[in-house]
């Protein structure tokens, strides 16, 4: 099969400067997998950004083309679990890592990685959600498992106007839950209530320097994007046997606390790995954002953007300067 496509490839330029452009590929360069499919969205995610710009811990090789997100119609498989014709979203695994991503017209998966799509969702609706929607939905389904109800509490969202915080908020708050949005961008306090938040504070609210082992109690529940020290302060200002989930670490890697937390109050600490989610778990929560989470409408920004317009918005995303959600129109 010599088709040609195009895909959007970062290089390095002498061992130094990474370069993003779109270029033309054959599908013959794509990896030798079982299942070729057909890309129709895509969407933009800060891990994203860093392969696309040159994270050799995120990406080992390059030239490579990112995107961990992909949604379109299989084209030929040589598994038994789906069929030429298929609609289906590919999310996380090692897609757009080391293996050829979602910003290209064609992407090649083990049918391993692959989960059906509804008759009644669109790709560009499975797209609005993509990985950053299946984040914000595993923390919540992380809630619920644990008995942490709509009434149980105020609810903690850091990195808010993100898209896994975007998405987080609209769904907790479509599901009853209410939200404390957490953020360094007070401009956007307004946009951040149209979502469903009911509080607005501040990011240093929850960045404690007074070294207290434990803070006063605020959150019966909480989804962190940052980690570092703002993971710290909210572990020690959980209402006991609340839950922390945690997904992110734009603040920092390390993490400085101590055991009271867990050992007075009975604080759950749960990571959030998207990527590895196994499949029957991955389904049931696909299940629950294509039912019970789904949003009847979507009251954050949505932007959709080509392939050519893509470096401009991963440019974007590293400086922190996007909000809401990027779709990728692919085909």
Known sequence: MGTKFKALVSRYIDGIQVIKNIEIKDISELPQNDTLIKVEYSSLNYKD??????????????????????????VETKGNKFKSGDRVIVTGYDLGM??????????????????PLPDDIS????MIYGTAGFTAS??????????????????????????????????????????????????????LKKLGASEIIHRDEVNDQTGKPLLAKKWIASLDN????????????????GIVCNCGMVEGTVLNTN??????????????ASAETPMKRRLEIWNKIFNE????????NIKEVSLEELPTEIDLMAKGQQVGRILVKIC
């Not at 696309?52 to 990406?59: C, S």
């Not at 080391?98 to 989960?115: C, H, K, L, M, Q």
């Not at 790709?123 to 499975?126: D, I, N, R, Y």
């Not at 940052?226 to 046997?241: C, D, F, H, K, Q």
């Open 98 to 115: 080391n293996t050829s991503g979602g910003f290209a017209e064609y992407i090649r998966v083990p049918e391993d990685w692959i989960v």
């Open 293 to 300: 989470y789904r949003l009847e409408k979507y009251n954050f």
């Open 123 to 126: 790709t560009k609706e499975a």
């Open 226 to 241: 940052v980690g570092g020290n703002t993971l710290a302060t909210i572990l020690r200002s959980t209402i006991e046997y």
């Open 259 to 272: 055991i009271f937390p867990f050992i007075l109050r009975g604080v759950r600490l749960v990571g959030i």
């Open 138 to 191: 595993t923390a919540i389904y992380e809630f619920q498992k644990h008995g942490i109800s709509a009434g149980s509490g105020k609810v903690l969202v850091t990195g808010a106007t993100g898209g896994v915080g975007t998405l987080a908020i609209a769904m907790l708050a479509k599901l009853g839950y209410q939200v404390v949005a957490s953020t360094g961008k007070a401009e956007l306090s307004d946009y």
């Open 49 to 74: 950004t860093l392969s696309a710009n040159g994270h050799k811990g995120i990406t080992r090789n390059y030239p490579h083309t990112p995107g961990i997100d992909a949604a379109g119609v299989i």
